[in-house]
């Protein structure tokens, strides 16, 4: 019970950036949307007094403003980055971005070789199968698992559109 327990609690974790992202999305749409009808306003008002023309300038502006607005968000994420990279070594940058990848893998592995090792021990020394499986494929061992993979592939199903 506990493992289903542990299994579904990691999963919805791995949800948990994207309901904020919905949230974040439900305001962004409000705010849109009142721009939107600020605009809608703005240019019946032009309309009602002959400013066609100035009407589609005005909106070009506006898209302009956003693209630019955008661009230079992008930017300042691009040179932030690159700031916190400067001065390190190519080793660090590399060790930088490879850190939750070697330490999902590294963990991966010892996991297995635990896992593997407590095996093969366990047939060198005579345990009898049942016995062998009963220890090493615990309860525990089993929330563990199931919280690790549900987490990660909690994490893939919520990214995906």
Same mark, same amino acid.
């Given at each position: 019970m506990f493992t289903l327990l542990t299994t579904l609690v990691s999963f919805l974790a $791995? $949800? &948990?950036p994207k309901l904020m992202?919905?949230?974040?999305d439900k305001s962004d749409k409000a705010h849109e949307l009142q721009l939107a009808q600020m605009q809608?306003?703005? =240019? &019946?008002k032009m309309l009602k007094e002959g400013y066609v023309a100035q009407a589609r300038v =005005? =909106?070009?502006?506006t898209e302009q403003i956003s693209i630019q607005s955008a661009e230079k968000e992008r930017e300042a994420l691009y040179a932030h980055d690159i700031a916190i990279g400067q001065g390190a070594s190519q080793w660090v940058i590399n060790a930088r971005a490879f850190t939750r990848s070697f330490i999902t893998y590294g963990l991966f592995f010892l996991f297995a070789f635990v896992e593997i090792f407590g095996f093969y021990y366990a047939v060198k020394t005579g345990v009898d199968f049942s016995i062998a499986l009963d220890v090493l494929w615990d309860s525990e061992t089993q929330i563990v698992w199931a919280s690790v993979v549900s987490f990660w592939f909690g994490t893939q199903a919520f990214k995906s559109k």
């Open positions: $791995g $949800g &948990l992202d919905y949230f974040q809608t306003e703005r =240019e &019946l =005005e =909106e070009i502006r």
